[in-house]
Nanobody
Framework: QVQLVESGGGLVQPGGSLRLSCTVSGSSFNFPTMGWYRQAPGKQREPVATVTRDGDTNYADSVKGRFTVSRETTKNTVHLQMNNLKPEDTAEYYC??????????WGQGTQVTVSS
């Protein structure tokens, strides 16, 4: 059974940094695309950043220049380094992994709160 386990969320002041990590277990296959989504209260889930097996990245305009997504392909692990955090970044962050059959898997979510 494929499971995505996230870590690294928490409370941080505006301008601060957090690093999220997510590891996929239960599968010996590599996932072509991994990334992060977020959902704020009352809003739809939205993509934040994705990274392919070849290292190609995509970012939401709102996080470009502040967030960096990376992955350890052999470990099926993806990270999200978040710098210069803003209150509007407050949300539940979800890890996502898509396998070679384009089946999408989700983590349980980790809360990020940016507040003074």
């Amino acid at each position: 059974q494929v499971q995505l386990v996230e870590s690294g969320g928490g409370l941080v002041q505006p301008g601060g940094s957090l690093r999220l990590s997510c590891t996929v277990s239960g599968s010996s296959f590599n996932f072509p695309t991994m990334g992060w989504y977020r959902q704020a209260p009352g809003k739809q889930r939205e993509p934040v950043a994705t990274v392919t097996r070849d290292g190609d990245t995509n970012y939401a305009d709102s996080v470009k220049g502040r967030f960096t997504v990376s992955r350890e392909t052999t470990k099926n692990t993806v990270h999200l380094q978040m710098n210069n955090l803003k209150p509007e970044d407050t949300a539940e962050y979800y890890c996502n992994a898509i396998n070679i059959w384009r089946v999408s898997y989700w983590g349980q979510g980790t809360q990020v709160t940016v507040s003074s």
